[in-house]
Each structure stands twice: as C-alpha cells, then as structure tokens.
C-alpha cells in the first residue's frame, strides 16, 4: 500500500512485514526517513506521520546537509559522498543565463519535489517485452515521484513497484532531458538505499570461472567498498547481490535482513558505504567506468531496476523472499510450457567437438532409455567447427557430420519423446569463419589497434542494428526449420577492446541487444526455452531470469566444489533456474573422483542434468540413473517450487544440509551431503522445517524404500535419526511425505 500525508509530506509503503518511509523536507527535497521491520501486529493504518521528522540545514557547506539521507543524491546537492546521479549540463537554459556563461558544461543537479502520481502498469528499463506471462501477473502499485532541478530543465522519476507479500521493492528512475541541448550523465546508479546506521556485516559473492558464487561475509568499515562488472555481461568474479545485517544480529533463521539485487547483465556496480557516523548506504546501477549516456533533447532513459528487501527471519528468509519473488514474478512461466523444468541431456563433456550423427544418436538413445526430457547437442554442430578456432558465427549444419541434415538427428530426438536443443554462441565470430570474412567492421575494436582473441574469438558489435538483425534472423531461422524447444545461449569471452560504433554506448546497448534478440525469439516461439551460460556462471542476473528459464552455474561439475557453488548461488536465486549436472566418474575439471551417489546428490538440489558419457556406462550403473531420474521426477515439484532451508550451512560443518518444502507442509526433500568429516567429531543434529507437528511422515529413499515413519514434531525437534558412520561424500537424499 503507499500513502501520501499531504500535510507532513511523507510517503508510508506498508509491504507485509516491512515499511519504507519518506518525506518531502522544506526545501523540497526528498529525505529517506525509514526502512524496516513493521511492529508485529501493526494495523494497516499504523504509518509514520512525519510531524517531528522535519529536518532544517543552514548551509549546503555543512556536514549535516551533505550527509543528508536523500532518496536520490544529486551531485550538486551533495559533493562530499558518493551520488547517485551526476550529470553535465552544456549551458544555462537561456532565459537564466544572464551575464553567466563560464565554467561550462555545469556538473550540478538538484532535485525537488515537483508531484507523485501511482501507476499500476510501470516497468523498469529493459524489462522483458516477449509477452510472456510470468506466475504471477497480478498487478502492482508503483510510486512515481516527480523530481524536477529548479534551474534546468532536467527532471528524475523515482520509481518504487511494491510486491508486498515478498517484502520487495523494485527501484529505478527515468531521467528525463527537457531542454533543448543534449545532457551527458556520466554515472547513473538505478538507486541508492539507505540502511540504519551500524548494518555494516556484508554477505555477497565473489570468485572466478569455474567458482563462481562464493559466498563471503565480512565487515564493512568507513568509507566505500565496491563490487563490480567491467565485462559486456554479469561477470564471474561477483554476481550483483548483496544481504546486509547488523552484526551478531542476524543468522540463518533469525534477525533482520536487507538484501538487494540488479537486474541488469552488463557492467554494473554495487557501492557499500559507510559514512562517519555508521550510516550505510548502497549505490547500485551501472558500472561509472567508460560510462557515458546522452540524452538528447526530449529523451528520456528508463533504467533497469535495482531490486530491495527485507527480511525478519534471517540470511535463510531473505533467500526465500527472492527465490519467490524470481519465480512468480520474473522467470517466464508459459502455461503452454511444461509445468517444471525437464531433466536435461547435454553432450558437451561426453562427445567435446568430436561430434556427428552417428554419437549423438547413441547418446540420444541411451539418454530416452535413462528418462531424459530434453537432449541438447552442444558446441561443434556447426560450420567448420572442429574445434575452437574455427566456425564460430556459421550457424549453419555442418553437412560433414549431418549427411542427412539435422532434421534427421531431431526427428529420432522426438520419436524417443524427448525435446531438441542447441547450443549457440550468438555474439561471438572466430575469425576463421565466413562471417568475419564477410564482415570483418562487425567486431569489437579499435581501429589501428590489435583485435585480442580469447578463446580464438572475437565480439561482434552489437551496437550495429544490423548485427544485431542478423544474428535474430539466423536463430530464428534455426528454431523454425529445426523445431528447436531451448537453445543454451553461451557467451564465453571479456571485453578487451570496447571499441563499437555505438561509442561508449556500446556497455549498454550489447545488454539491450541481447535482450532484445532473446525477446523476439520467444515471442515469435512461445515453446522456446534459454538457458543462460557464459563460460560456466558468468551471466546470471534478474534482468537475464527474465528471458532465461534456467543458467548454467559453472562449468565445474565436481560435486564437492560444486556444493560451494551452489550454496553461494542459492542466497539469491532460486533452484527452479539452478541446472546442475551428472557427469563423470573422474570429474574432466578437478580429476577427483566423487561417487555417483554424491554427484547425484548435488545434483538433484537443482534442474537435473546428465552430461556423462553414457556410452561409456555398463548396464548397470545406466540402470542406477535410470533409478535417480525416476526419483527426482517425483521429488522436483518440490525442489522447483519448494520453499528452501539452508539446516547447516558449509561453513559450520564439512557438508551441508538443506530441505526443500511445500508451503502447505505435506511434503519435503531432505539433502545431506559430507564433504569433509574427521572420524568420531562433530556430528550436528539437524531438525527439519516447517513440517505439521502434529502429521506422520514417510521418510523414503530413492528407491522408494521406507526408512522411518515419524511425527512431523520428532522430525522438527531431533531431525533424521543419525547414521554413526560418515565419511566424505556421505549422502542422503530423502523423501518427506505426510502419511495419509
Ligand atoms: C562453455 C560452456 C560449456 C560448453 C563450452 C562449449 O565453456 O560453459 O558448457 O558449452 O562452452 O564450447
């Protein structure tokens, strides 16, 4: 709910369990007044009413004034800390200009109040446009307040959508140039938050390909700390979330929470900064470096959103309130489309670029045999694709390894009821390719300058509509002639030379290019699905869910590290999106050796995937798989769409345990995996969650096999009876089932 106090001046957004309070302060600027738990039992008349909240400053020099909580802060209302906005003006508006023309182009912005309206249809900046529905498209309130600057014709919206059963507030501003000489703004965060002084025990995620998603948690001290991407996507080394709590006061379960997230996949920052006095602020937007965005006369620019909760059950409720929060109102959800995600085939570590008709088939058969859904063929289909110094961009069959055309390989695919997929690269060229001898001013570089290759490729730039057209074209072409159900959209190099026609512009428009490609697919191919991958985990975002069903983690498929992985990558999003693989024995990354056990384990916590040479399995152990997929199908609804609890987290023991539930309660997944454990030491109880006290419970294993039957309350109290002998990869996946 939002409320106006046209007296005091103060905005209330009531959420379910949180407020967000503001007003207008005598000068007209907007001041950040509160973020927080709502007392229990608060009516929903209880508001802040802003009468003794009135803050008066003398001079704009005085520390008081510039450390000011404004909701948006100007450079120009505000020097001495980070801003929110800075923009150069070229000159004065003309009738204002009188006798003052120097010290051009003018770096300062004040904002004021001007009006507010609220609007029931607002959409931050590139928010999907393929029309498809999401879970839950109910619609939400959004408060636009109108920021004008007093001299020049310049005006923010702050926008604030409230999705209040999570306690979720989606924050952005269209920036609006309504003079007649173009603006440049030369940093632009989507959003700044203001946290009660002292929130300063950080928790985020930092790492590197193939360890993507640890997670890390640390104190903040005056001044400023910074996360970033300075890539054309996410970015391996830290994914844009974040969960700030006081310290000592906040745990898995229990303690108040805030936590953010951008929902942008390109250069992005996050600043955290603590100021003086302890208050914490968190900037979050796009990355300032080689950043430039002009408005021309007239334009207006929507940014994306940068996403704010709160959460007053601990880490665990904050995780929960975004697993929702991208489920219902961000993964696309097509009714048309099955109701979870199918377990996945992939060839990539079973054939690498040894592919051909003959080993796909093979694999497709085995994978139909073992309960497979989806089988996609990955790189090397293509072109002369032999490997990776050649082809990329010819996405056109190769006719040596597909005589007959693919359409013969997809026909068998379906015949064995499975869907097809392909893997693409979509912004990549190698420059061994046809396209780059065709084209080669359609890359990323500057002129005069070498055109560094990663990975034996190249960028193409798509600041040019016509790359961008192009590369539509094509895929779309694929989809119809090939009835393709998914493509795994990968994107597997950095930037090293940003040079683009599209100037500095070239950070942004890459994301809107891809977006926009990926929109028009689905909106053309309602059963189409993506899944993101950039070298393993380097592309997931809440702008990217909107578009993608499910992401690629990381390219490191060895159990163990994988349980980092995955912990990490749990904080924010859900495990509907979260596809994890089986593959060998003798994982092709680290060389261990993890038991097949364990590797399913791990991976049935997410969207199931085989990626192992299932030529290469003796009967037996393909019947093995065949028990697990069987498994799992019973047990995703509950992984898909469950509610989850991290019971022990990595970091208190050597293994970790987490539980998947229904919210109605009847039924739960219960996960155990041992990583490290010294014999005879530490052996944690680990009660279960959010089970009925009073029901009884089937504990069954994967293969059906009733282990226990006990009460909802023994499970909630002494958890699962305890096994005396652990070991690393110890491991047990059960099944949690209210007895009728
Ligand atoms: C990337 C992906 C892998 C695989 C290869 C193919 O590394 O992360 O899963 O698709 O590309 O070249």
Redesign the pocket.
């Known amino acids: 709910m939002i409320h106006f106090n046209p007296e005091t001046q103060t905005f209330n957004l009531i959420l379910q369990r949180s407020y967000y309070a503001m007003q207008v302060d005598a000068a007209g600027r907007l001041i950040h007044l509160g973020w927080g738990a709502r007392p229990r039992h608060a009516n929903p008349d209880d508001r802040i009413s802003g009468q003794t909240s009135h803050r008066h400053y003398e001079t704009k020099a005085s520390f008081e004034t510039q450390r000011l909580p404004l909701e948006i802060v100007p450079f120009g209302d505000v020097v001495t800390f980070q801003e929110t906005l800075k923009v150069n003006f070229p000159s004065l508006p003309r009738d204002t200009a009188v006798g003052e023309s120097l010290h051009l182009p003018i770096r300062d912005l004040r904002l004021r109040y001007a009006r507010h309206d609220i609007a029931d249809d607002a959409q931050p900046g590139l928010s999907p446009t393929h029309g498809l529905p999401v879970k839950n498209n109910s619609p939400r309130q959004t408060l636009r307040i109108h920021l004008q600057d007093p001299v020049q014709p310049f005006a923010v919206i702050l926008c604030y959508r409230l999705t209040p059963e999570h306690d979720i507030i989606e924050r952005w501003c269209e920036l609006e140039n309504n003079g007649l000489e173009p603006v440049q703004i030369e940093v632009c965060h989507f959003a700044t938050l203001h946290l009660p002084a002292g929130t300063n025990e950080l928790t985020a995620v930092t790492g590197s390909w193939a360890q993507e998603f640890m997670a890390r948690r640390q104190r903040l001290h005056q001044g400023s700390f910074v996360l970033e991407s300075r890539t054309l996507q996410t970015g391996h080394h830290a994914n844009p979330i974040f969960m700030l709590n006081r310290p000592e006061q906040a745990g898995e379960e229990s303690g108040s929470v805030y936590f953010g997230q951008l929902a942008y996949s390109g250069s992005w920052r996050l600043v955290f900064e603590q100021l003086p006095q302890g208050d914490v602020r968190v900037h979050g937007g796009y990355n300032p470096f080689d950043f430039e965005l002009k408005l021309a006369p007239g334009e207006r620019h929507i940014t994306p959103a940068l996403v704010q909760g709160f959460s007053d059950s601990g880490w665990g409720g904050a995780s929960r309130q975004m697993h929702a929060f991208a489920r219902e109102r961000v993964l696309p959800h097509s009714p048309a489309g099955p109701r979870f995600r199918p377990v996945l085939y992939?060839s990539?570590e079973a054939t690498y670029f040894d592919l051909n008709y003959e080993n796909q088939v093979a694999l497709a058969r085995r994978a139909a045999a073992l309960g497979v859904e989806l089988f996609c063929v990955?790189?090397g289909w293509f072109g002369e694709r032999r490997s990776?110094r050649a082809g990329l961009g010819d996405w056109v069959v190769s006719e040596a390894l597909f005589p007959q055309g693919l359409e013969q390989l997809v026909q068998e695919v379906h015949r064995l009821g499975m869907k097809f997929g392909l893997?693409v690269?979509p912004e990549m060229v190698n420059p061994d390719s046809d396209l780059y001898r065709q084209h080669p001013d359609w890359v990323l570089h500057f002129p005069g300058r070498e055109r560094t290759e990663a990975r034996h490729q190249l960028i193409l730039d798509y600041g040019r509509t016509e790359v961008v057209e192009h590369i539509f074209t094509v895929l779309d072409n694929l989809v119809e002639r090939y009835a393709i159900s998914f493509f795994?959209w990968?994107m597997?190099r950095n930037v090293t030379e940003p040079g683009s026609v599209a100037g500095k512009a070239i950070w942004y428009k890459h994301v809107a290019g891809v977006y926009s490609v990926m929109d028009r697919l689905r909106q053309k191919h309602p059963g189409l699905d993506i899944q993101s991958?950039?070298?393993?985990g380097g592309r997931v975002d809440l702008g990217m869910l909107g578009r993608a069903d499910q992401v690629?983690v990381s390219?490191n498929t060895d159990a163990f590290d994988r349980l980092h992985i995955q912990e990490g990558f749990s904080l924010a999003y859900p495990a509907r999106c979260m596809e994890a693989w089986v593959t060998h024995e003798h994982n092709h990354i680290t060389r261990r050796a993890i038991p097949l056990s364990t590797r399913f384990a791990v991976a049935m916590r997410g969207v199931l995937g085989i990626g192992s040479s299932l030529h290469e399995l003796a009967e037996a152990e393909l019947a093995e798989y065949a028990t697990y997929l069987r498994f799992y199908k019973q047990i995703r609804p509950i992984i898909q769409e469950g509610d989850l609890y991290r019971l022990q987290r990595l970091e208190e023991f050597g293994g970790s345990a987490i539980e998947y539930m229904l919210p109605d309660g009847r039924e739960a997944v219960y996960s155990l995996v041992v990583e490290k454990y010294q014999v005879d030491s530490f052996h944690p109880v680990i009660p279960l969650k959010g089970l009925m006290p009073a029901a009884m419970y089937t504990v069954s294993d994967h293969h059906g096999l009733e282990l226990y039957r006990l009460s909802g309350y023994e499970l909630m109290t002494l958890g699962i009876p305890k096994e005396t002998q652990w070991y690393p990869g110890f491991c047990q996946t059960w099944h949690i089932k209210a007895a009728i």
């Open positions: 992939n990539w990955d790189d990776d893997w690269e795994k990968d597997n991958c950039s070298g393993g690629w390219d």
